[in-house]
């Protein structure tokens, strides 16, 4: 099992002091010190006011904070959890997610969503309703300008003329693709597409809030993870070569009831074919946030 860290300014109630540079920096080195084999951001570059006022987080624009990490660290993974693919058109992503792996040294794992935010679609110049059909197109489209680079890749809200000459990254044929989502079209383009799956294992409102069907359960999400690897096998494709990753929330490390949720949780994904575990931390205070990254470390023998 592999652990993955997301930066803890991506916690509603963060404290503001985790944006500072001197932070970032600092909490980026503990998390590579103590074992975390990657750290995560995730994507919102126009969130309402009114879904931040309910629970929504701030962030930053995850490929510039990424490459920010990537300058204080030497191999800490970088993740994007999730850069949402219809905000941008696929050349724009191809140009911004190979250079960060770039600057990094081949460190990237580029997990990819659709994105739920209708006031987030619109301050954006991007239709809505359109979002699941530009996912599709758009995650084709990178997977071609990467493995292809020279070829013209044309969309339906773009179009490249004539021999192109765009950047490539250093990982080949290209970084990991992780495909978010719990919908049988996420499986699909997990096996056409992907080498890694981020489901979310959360009540059903939580999946209605972010627009995917819900894994409620561990046994619900061992049958979607048993479905996966079957359609992978059909593809003729290797299902021990796709990692899973499974988020879970902090815990008092202090309470043991929290404690032995957390380890059941845990070994019991992993029983139903979890490969990482993304770990939220505590986000009042940078020392409470480095506190519980050493004690998560501890706790899992990272």
């Given at each position: 099992m592999h652990f993955t860290l997301e930066y803890p300014s991506d916690v509603p109630t963060a404290n503001p002091e985790l944006r500072e540079p001197a932070v970032l920096r600092a909490l980026s080195v503990h998390a590579e010190a103590?074992?975390?084999?990657?750290?995560?951001?995730?994507?919102?570059?126009?969130?309402?006011?009114?879904?931040?006022?309910?629970?929504?987080?701030?962030?930053?624009?995850?490929?510039?904070?990424?490459?920010?990490?990537?300058?204080?660290?030497?191999?800490?993974?970088?993740m994007t959890h999730l850069w949402v693919l219809p905000f941008r058109t696929p050349y724009l992503t191809a140009k911004t997610l190979s250079s960060l792996d770039e600057v990094s040294g081949g460190r990237l794992i580029a997990a990819v969503g659709a994105g739920y935010l209708r006031s987030e679609f619109a301050a954006l110049g991007v239709e809505f309703e359109n979002r699941v059909t530009l996912f599709?197109?758009?995650?084709?489209?990178?997977?071609?300008?990467?493995?292809?680079?020279?070829?013209?890749?044309?969309?339906?809200?773009?179009?490249?003329?004539?021999?192109?000459a765009v950047t490539t990254p250093v990982q080949k044929p290209h970084p990991p693709l992780w495909i978010g989502g719990n919908s049988p079209a996420t499986l699909r383009r997990v096996v056409e597409h992907g080498s890694g799956w981020c489901p979310m294992v959360n009540p059903a409102a939580v999946?209605?809030?972010?627009?995917?069907?819900?894994?409620e359960t561990v046994d619900d999400f061992a049958r979607t993870a048993d479905k996966l690897r079957q359609l992978l096998a059909d593809a003729g494709r290797d299902p021990a070569q796709i990692e899973i990753q499974v988020a879970v929330p902090a815990v008092d490390f202090d309470d043991a009831a929290a404690v032995g949720e957390l380890d059941r949780f845990v070994s019991a994904v992993g029983a139903a074919g979890a490969t990482r575990i993304l770990a939220h931390v505590h986000a009042s205070s940078a020392s409470a946030a480095e506190t519980y990254m050493t004690r998560f470390a501890e706790h899992f023998g990272l």
């Amino acid at each position: 099992m592999h652990f993955t860290l997301e930066y803890p300014s991506d916690v509603p109630t963060a404290n503001p002091e985790l944006r500072e540079p001197a932070v970032l920096r600092a909490l980026s080195v503990h998390a590579e010190a103590v074992g975390f084999d990657a750290i995560a951001l995730a994507d919102h570059p126009a969130p309402s006011a009114k879904w931040r006022r309910s629970g929504g987080h701030s962030t930053f624009d995850p490929a510039v904070a990424l490459a920010f990490f990537a300058a204080a660290t030497s191999t800490i993974r970088l993740m994007t959890h999730l850069w949402v693919l219809p905000f941008r058109t696929p050349y724009l992503t191809a140009k911004t997610l190979s250079s960060l792996d770039e600057v990094s040294g081949g460190r990237l794992i580029a997990a990819v969503g659709a994105g739920y935010l209708r006031s987030e679609f619109a301050a954006l110049g991007v239709e809505f309703e359109n979002r699941v059909t530009l996912f599709d197109e758009y995650l084709a489209a990178l997977r071609a300008i990467w493995l292809h680079p020279e070829t013209p890749v044309t969309g339906t809200t773009f179009a490249a003329a004539g021999e192109m000459a765009v950047t490539t990254p250093v990982q080949k044929p290209h970084p990991p693709l992780w495909i978010g989502g719990n919908s049988p079209a996420t499986l699909r383009r997990v096996v056409e597409h992907g080498s890694g799956w981020c489901p979310m294992v959360n009540p059903a409102a939580v999946a209605s809030s972010v627009r995917t069907a819900a894994i409620e359960t561990v046994d619900d999400f061992a049958r979607t993870a048993d479905k996966l690897r079957q359609l992978l096998a059909d593809a003729g494709r290797d299902p021990a070569q796709i990692e899973i990753q499974v988020a879970v929330p902090a815990v008092d490390f202090d309470d043991a009831a929290a404690v032995g949720e957390l380890d059941r949780f845990v070994s019991a994904v992993g029983a139903a074919g979890a490969t990482r575990i993304l770990a939220h931390v505590h986000a009042s205070s940078a020392s409470a946030a480095e506190t519980y990254m050493t004690r998560f470390a501890e706790h899992f023998g990272l």
